[in-house]
Structure formats: C-alpha cells, structure tokens
C-alpha cells in the first residue's frame, strides 16, 4: 500500500529545489510594513491611549485624572491567562462534582490526599480534551446526537443573490465566510446572521497587487468564485475561481492584499493547513500549489492528477487528500514527495474529507458515499443510493439470512445495496466531518441533508438523521462543538449548470444540533 510513484511526483521533487518565488518583495512599502508590524504588544494600545488624552484635553478636562479612574484595557497575553484560569476553573469543579457523585471518599483520608486525588483527575480530563482537539483521540459524538424537535428546522441566514458554492467557519465557531457565484464574499456572525460583505478592488488595484491581467483586454476579469479558506488564525482569507487565481484577503480589514497567479486553469478547491500559514490550492490545470500566506509566497508545485482537481482538505500533519475527474483519490505526503493512490470502484469522485489521519470519507456522483483507510486501496465501506427515499431516518436495524438490513436497504460485505432510485439529484456534492468525531454528513439537491454515524476503526457507516433542505447542497460545514451544521445551498450546483432546482432560496442556511450531555470522565 506504501507504494511511492516516483514518475508522477518528478515534479514535485524538481519543484522543491526551486527557490520560493515571492509576490511581495522590492520595494513594496505595503510588504515591508506588514513585515515591520509587530504581532503582538502595545503599540496600537498605546496609540489608542494617546488619542484618548487628547481628547480628553479638547474637552477641558483633566486628562490625568480621567486615566487614573479608568479601567486599563486588557491586553492580549493577560486575556489568554484569563481564559485559561476560568477553564482551569472549570475543570476543577467537573472533577468535585465527580468525586461527589462517587462517593467513596475516605474520612481517614488528609486533605492533602483529596487534594492530590482532585488534580490527578484534572490533568487526566485536560489530557484528554487535548487529545480529541489534536484528532488524536475520537470523540464520539453521533451516539449523543437526538431526535430533532418537530419546531427543529434549518432557518436561512444569510441570503446571496446567486447559487453557494463555499462556506467556511472561523477556527472559535463566531464567524463564517460564504461565496457565491455572483462574486460575492460575506463575512458573517453566527449567532445573529449580520454580514459584511468584501469589496472587489478596481482592476489596476489588482494589478499592483501582482493579479495577471485577463488574456483577452476586451473582456472584464471574471469574479465567479468556486472556493474558500479561512487559517486558523483566523487572519487570512483565500478565495478562488474562474479568473485562475488565489486571491488572499485581510479578514479584520475585509481588503484585498494579495493575488497568487500560476494556474492555468479555474482554482476549484483550497485548504490551509491547520496551525500554519500554509495555503494548499487544487485547479483544472490538474496541479496543486502550496502557497505561505504570511511570506506571499509560490513554495511548491505537486503533480499526478490526470483531470481536474475538485476537492481538497489537510489537517495538522503535512498531508493532503484530493478528488479529481480522473476516478481517483491521492493521500499527499509532501515532505516525503510521495502519494498514494486510491481508485473509485465505480464512478466520479465529487468530494472528500478527513475523518482522521489515516480515514477519508468521500462522494461520487453516482450518489454513493465511500469510508477509506489508509491500509486499503479500495473502500472498506460502501453506502450506495447515500440520499435515496430508501434510506428512511430513524430506522431500526436487524439481521435477517445472513444479510444485514440497514434502514431498508440490504448491506452485504459492507456495501448498501439498492438497483433503483438513480438520478441525477441524488449526486452527492458535499461531504462534512465534525473535527476528530464519529460525526459525518453528506448533501444532495435530493432535498435532504444526512447525517451519518462513522464507527471506529472503519467498522462501518450509519445514517442517523434526515435534515430537509431544498437545492443543492454545495458545501457542509461542522462546528467544532457538533452544536450546529452549516450549508451553503443553491439553486443550481457548485460547478455547472446542468441543474436547477427552483424551490431553493440562494444562502446560508444553519441547522442546531441537540446533543445528549455527557459528563466528563
């Protein structure tokens, strides 16, 4: 399975021989002075104290004895000693409440004991919240998941005049990003649906901010965007499309800084890597490039694919998984210049993601959704006819003549089978995973979003839920938390027209998960 492709990776090796070639260097006053910036500190604050003095001087009053009954403002390392002093808090008062509800305490015991017994519990609670937020450690979350209320719907929030093609969630859950094909980028809260929306700069901006100009001069440069990633810092934005490029934009101003020009083809899908400024994008010219936001610069070229690149995603580790037209599905080992191959049984690949370093989930347009391991070249599991009628939600499970029956359909060696249902509404064009759990779900213009149960070990998939949604599910986004599902929905598919599904209102829509408590042990 560990096989190296020497002949389809000589570009990549030759690739990471060249030198990084910079978008930003020269005499750029605009890049010397983010270079210059410092990351953190007081300067803005002190600047903010200035201008507050003199205003107070304006006012005639005494600037002196304003400062000394005012608050001083939080800095940024006191509010990181302050967030984690409250969870630590926290934590302490789940480990009490434990060894209350045990109660086995012995009164022989010191207080010192206790005490010692208490952070014993503590640091093994913190050992394990760090372990499940490094993907180390799956959380299971699917088995807590309930039964929707019959009130429980998905509401729109945020409205686009044209068709959804990406949304993407800030790393704390607060902000989403959503794009459409008009062109349009909004900046939204979560919790109230208020959006700001990033403006376009004119054409001689892009220009000086290294854009390539369009090859027909007669032609407007084309705003349709396919794609969208946020860094995990929350810092960068990264869109792209048909104008083949990568633009990057500043997401506390909402300005363009930065045009990344090398493909030769529309810029279909983009991933940062988790916890690092590096930019991953995947094209129609069948290349990906690895992009550093913070430095602006070209890092690395990888080759293989032998059609378009539709999906991409990436997690801590320097590896990529990818889908392309050409049936296949590649694990990218970039500082081993290695990849392995994994060939769809049937069909097109549409879309994929990780559910752990070593398991992918994927979707093709055949309508099947597909669990892959690392181990195995072909899928361990195969769901057939994923968003058919057949599979009704809240079915019960049982074995029957050796062959197992999974919410009406027959499963045999792992493979859902069902000979009917087969149209073009039933493709299923997103895939989402909430991060390092057993919590999958999938979108179709079937008119239902479904949410899976993904057993350990690649054991096996189960349909949970049902969420009813009109149109075309073009991309699925989890919360951290497992508390909500976004879905960026439009009346016509991510990447064509061939459909159109009237009924469906062009947006973001958010669907809230209520998830049985857990204590934690």
């Known amino acids: 399975m560990k096989s190296r492709n020497p002949k389809k990776l000589s570009g990549t090796k030759g690739a990471s021989k060249k030198k990084s070639r910079s978008f930003g260097g020269g005499g750029d006053p605009f890049f010397?002075?983010?270079?210059?910036?410092?990351?953190?500190?007081?300067?803005?604050?002190?600047?903010?104290?200035?201008?507050?003095?003199?205003?107070?001087?304006?006012?005639?009053?005494?600037?002196?004895?304003?400062?000394?009954?005012?608050?001083?403002?939080?800095?940024?390392?006191?509010?990181?000693?302050?967030?984690?002093?409250?969870?630590l808090e926290r934590i302490r008062a789940i480990a009490k409440k434990l060894e209350e509800e045990e109660g086995d305490e012995d009164e022989e015991e010191g207080q010192e004991e206790r005490e010692g017994?208490?952070?014993?519990?503590?640091?093994?609670?913190?050992?394990?919240?760090?372990?499940?937020?490094?993907?180390?450690?799956?959380?299971?979350?699917?088995?807590?998941?309930?039964?929707?209320?019959?009130?429980?719907?998905?509401?729109?929030l945020v409205k686009h005049r044209q068709s959804v093609t990406a949304v993407t969630l800030s790393e704390d859950d607060l902000k989403g990003f959503s794009a459409s094909k008009?062109?349009?980028?909004?900046?939204?809260?979560?919790?109230?649906?208020?959006?700001?929306?990033?403006?376009?700069?004119?054409?001689?901006?892009?220009?000086?901010?290294?854009?390539?100009?369009?090859?027909?001069?007669?032609?407007?440069?084309?705003?349709?965007?396919?794609?969208l990633a946020v860094s995990s810092d929350g810092r960068y934005l990264a869109s792209g499309g048909l104008d083949r490029h990568v633009h990057l934009w500043d997401t506390r101003s909402r300005?363009?800084?930065?045009?990344?020009?090398?493909?030769?083809?529309?810029?279909?899908?983009?991933?940062?890597?988790?916890?690092?400024?590096?930019?991953?994008?995947?094209?129609?010219?069948?290349?990906?490039k690895l992009w550093n936001a913070e430095d602006r610069t070209h890092m690395d070229n990888l080759f293989g694919h032998q059609s378009e690149i539709l999906t991409i995603d990436c997690l801590r580790k320097e590896r990529l998984l990818t889908v392309g037209r050409d049936r296949t599905m590649r694990l990218w080992k970039v500082p081993e210049e290695s990849q392995l191959i994994f060939r769809a049984p049937a069909s097109s690949l549409e879309?994929?993601?990780?559910?752990?370093?070593?398991?992918?989930?994927?979707?093709?347009?055949?309508?099947?959704?597909?669990?892959?391991?690392?181990?195995?070249?072909?899928p361990t599991h195969i769901v057939k006819n994923a968003h058919a009628p057949s599979l009704l939600p809240n079915s019960h499970t049982h074995e029957s003549d050796g062959e197992r029956m999974t919410n009406g359909v027959t499963t045999?060696?792992?493979?859902?089978?069902a000979e009917?249902?087969?149209?073009?509404?039933?493709?299923?064009?997103?895939?989402?995973?909430?991060?390092?759990?057993?919590?999958?779900?999938?979108?179709?213009?079937?008119?239902?979003?479904?949410?899976?149960?993904?057993?350990?070990?690649?054991?096996?998939?189960?349909?949970?839920?049902?969420y009813p949604l009109e149109g075309f599910i073009n991309s699925l986004a989890f919360a951290k938390s497992g508390r909500f599902l976004l879905a960026g929905v439009g009346q016509e598919p991510r990447l064509g027209r061939w459909g159109h599904v009237p009924a469906a209102r062009n947006g973001v829509a958010i669907h809230s998960i209520r998830l049985k408590e857990q204590n934690v042990a």
């Not at 201008?51 to 800095?75: C, L």
């Not at 752990?356 to 070249?377: H, N, P």
């Open 420 to 466: 009917f249902f087969l149209s073009a509404h039933s493709w299923v064009s997103s895939v989402a995973v909430c991060r390092g759990s057993d919590l999958a779900a999938s979108g179709a213009a079937n008119g239902t979003v479904r949410l899976w149960n993904i057993e350990a070990d690649s054991r096996g998939i189960h349909p949970l839920l049902n």
């Open 182 to 227: 008009d062109g349009s980028i909004l900046h939204w809260d979560v919790e109230t649906g208020k959006s700001e929306k990033y403006l376009w700069p004119s054409e001689d901006v892009l220009l000086s901010h290294y854009a390539k100009a369009p090859q027909n001069p007669s032609t407007k440069r084309s705003k349709h965007i396919l794609a």
């Open 32 to 87: 010397e002075s983010d270079r210059k910036r410092p990351r953190r500190g007081g300067r803005d604050e002190d600047i903010v104290s200035e201008a507050s003095e003199d205003e107070f001087v304006e006012d005639g009053r005494d600037g002196r004895e304003e400062q000394e009954e005012a608050v001083p403002e939080e800095t940024a390392d006191e509010k990181r000693v302050r967030v984690a002093t409250e969870h």
């Open 412 to 417: 045999e060696n792992g493979s859902c089978k």
């Open 351 to 378: 879309c994929c993601c990780f559910l752990s370093d070593s398991e992918f989930l994927s979707g093709s347009d055949d309508g099947s959704i597909e669990l892959w391991s690392v181990m195995r070249k072909k």
């Open 117 to 156: 017994k208490r952070d014993s519990l503590v640091a093994e609670i913190l050992q394990k919240g760090q372990l499940e937020e490094s993907g180390r450690v799956r959380r299971f979350i699917a088995s807590r998941v309930l039964t929707p209320e019959p009130h429980d719907d998905f509401r729109l």
């Open 255 to 288: 300005k363009h800084i930065q045009a990344f020009h090398g493909h030769r083809g529309p810029v279909s899908c983009l991933a940062f890597r988790q916890g690092t400024s590096q930019l991953f994008s995947g094209s129609f010219d069948r290349t990906i």
